[in-house]
């Protein structure tokens, strides 16, 4: 591309420049082109795989890292073009763009993300092509780190691709040049924005009755301090009285079971006491077991026939023996005895399942009582009464049934007050609200081009309206995930320590986000930073006749520097006195070309 254009003190270039001094022209079409002379194609599964291990071209780490095009050294063409016919012999060349396929950003966009995998830990670190650093300058000082932070670079503009090529290396120093390496300096960054001061809601309670009722009495005023546990109001409540009296009522119930038990207990030890005893048909019952009622009549008359039984049949077998009584009579002594047996053991197995079917029906009527308690029971804590409390009822005063003490749930003060003695108060009526203001919340209105800095944990400074030359500091904890409708601001939270009790809710201020606190980052003078319309560009020198144009990534700036957050390597010396002309040239070119649209608003 020519470039026969200059300037010197309102004199053009081209008494300064050579034809050819600008390099880059418009690249080839490749595929569709997006209506500003870009080539683009629709991705698709081959171009979604592209990246360096597509490439033909093998990738060397040792040679270091490309800050300013975001590859290894080994393969950036735009910095070593003597690479560019390897990539052509492999493959690997977008002659659109005049760059590697496996690194054309614009025709394949998904591929920046698989180079920056390969960036070492330690990137960016001195650029290889790049002159020595002359060290860090002069800190900037806190400050406040003025923003100077604009719309992301287009990843389609061409114009980082132009070059602008001196005739010979006087020309620079005639035309006024001047280049500064772009170093570290210690720097402080914030974002400055509304804030508005709010209670912690992890620590506010607004206490209502958990049954209704009439205020008896009011304990706690609006303001006051009050402990955990401690009494705010007396409420008289029918609701809490009748449940009081049904857990009484349940409570008897259960004491009345728990006795039924034993006694079925006592009575099934004994039956089996006494079974384990009289094994045998002949063996009675003792007058010292503890059966009662039908079940021992029953056992001890079968015993009895049982007994009788066995003596006739003695009797009959030995007069059988001696001819004395006939076969009839013998046998039907016989069958008498096996009828005895037969009542005997039957006897025996009723007792022993009436005495366990007994006990366990007891064992029921406890269970059932007690799970109708524990209802009762829970149903009062529902209502607000303590455990405690509630195990002391039975036989505690009637007439304190259906008192109710609405207590603090938390230590703090009163900023809410709506108890009144003799109204009536509902389950749902807030009578205080409570709130502990050792810590509070501090809502802050971020713009939406900051949105993206923060992170969890910085450290907030919050200065008050009210409060002037004072500050507090917070961190922050939480960052909305939504935008505000009407506001388009994003609402950051910070937490506020008040262990004097000097903020207070609703209080209006400026909150400064600490970004970075005197660190160093990397840095180039302000007047070095140049935008074409779409982009943030810093001039390069390449060599003492050629300077490229560089897409940068801009953080702060204090002291008349500005923090370069990507784009740029340390030690890259950088155009100061003249980059605003410079821009101004490569402008010409590209405007007609529609390489880049400009925007006033950028």
Known sequence: MRCDHSWLTGIALSALLAAGCRDGDKPAAHGEDDGHGHATRPADDASAALGPETS?????????????????????????????????????????????????????PQ????????????????????????????GT??????RLLAAPNDPLCEVSRTLIRFADATIAAKAGI???????????????????????????????????????????????????????????????????????ELYENLLLARADLERAAAVEESTQRLLAAAPAATTRPSAGDALVGEARGRLVA???????????????????????????????????LAKAESDHAVARDTLAFEGRRNRLAAEKAVRTAQTALDVAARRLQLLGVEPDRITALPGGDPEALSRYELLSPIAGQVVEHRAVNGESAGERDPLFTLADLSTLWLDIDVPLRDAVLLARGQRVLFTAD???????????????????????????RAVLPNPRGRIRAKMYGTARIILHENADVLTVPEQAVQTDGCCQLVFVRRSEQTYAPRQVTLGSAAGGYVEVLEGLAAGEPVVTTGSFLMKTEILKSSIGAGCCEVDPGR
């Not at 000082?141 to 003025?146: K, L």
């Open 466 to 492: 009210g409060l002037p030359g004072e500050s507090f500091s917070g961190e922050l904890t939480w960052i909305s995930p939504q935008v505000d409708e009407q506001a388009r601001t994003l609402t950051a």
């Open 111 to 138: 591929v920046k993300a698989r180079w920056a995998a390969l960036k070492p830990q330690d990137a960016p670190a001195q650029d290889p092509h790049a002159p020595p650093s002359t060290g860090p300058a002069s």
């Open 302 to 336: 079968a015993q009895t026939a049982l007994s009788l039984a066995q003596a006739a049949f003695d009797r009959a077998a030995r007069l059988k023996a001696d001819g004395a009584v006939s076969q009839e009579a013998f046998d039907s002594a016989r069958a008498a």
């Open 178 to 248: 001047t280049v500064e390496p772009a170093a570290p300096r210690r720097m402080s960054s914030a974002v400055t924005a509304p804030a508005e001061v709010e209670y912690d809601a992890r620590r506010l309670v607004r206490v209502t009755p958990r049954a209704g009722g009439i205020i008896t009495e009011v304990r706690a005023e609006l303001g006051a301090a009050v402990r955990a546990g401690e009494v705010l109001a007396v409420i008289e409540s029918p609701e809490l009285g009748e449940a009081k009296s049904r857990y009484i």
């Open 56 to 108: 033909g071209v093998k990738v060397d780490m040792s040679k270091g890292w490309c800050a300013g095009h975001g590859v290894p050294e080994s393969v950036c063409t735009r910095c070593d073009e003597t690479l560019i016919p390897a990539f052509k012999a492999a493959g690997d060349w977008c002659a659109g763009h005049n760059l590697p396929e496996s690194q054309c950003v614009k025709c394949n």
């Open 141 to 146: 000082g806190p400050g406040n780190g003025r």
